[in-house]
């Protein structure tokens, strides 16, 4: 399965997103999801085999309990892919820090100077 085709599904980077803050048990994951969209506790479990079979994410046992964790690596290639697009919306953060800046430069200069008392 491809990258975006794994990231293409909601439910699967809401995962993504709760393993980002850390190592979650697929109940933690289940119960946060369960939740937020409603599906079943095998649904849940396919969206997590999706992800790691692609790798996505990583399980390791901790007894009974598996607990999954974000694997960086097809990230770091999906992020490598955008890399090409990035000039197009990093000269809009560019204009805007800029903008920023002047707006700033315009209320310090425009503001009146302090009132003795």
Do not use: C
Not at 23 to 52: F, K, N
């Amino acid at each position: 399965m491809h990258a975006f085709d794994v990231l293409g599904d909601p439910i699967r980077r809401r995962i993504l997103e709760l393993l980002a803050d850390g190592e979650l048990s697929s109940g933690e994951v289940t119960t946060v999801i369960q939740r937020e969209y409603g599906i079943s506790q095998p649904a849940v479990s396919q969206h997590l085999r999706v992800l790691r079979d692609n790798g996505f994410a990583s399980v390791r046992a901790q007894g009974t309990r598996r607990l999954y964790a974000v694997d960086p690596g097809p990230l770091r290639e999906v992020d490598q892919w955008l890399e090409r697009f990035r000039g197009f919306w990093n000269q809009r953060l560019d204009a805007l820090a800029t903008e920023l800046t002047r707006g700033r430069r315009e209320r310090r200069t425009a503001e009146p100077p302090p009132k003795d008392i």
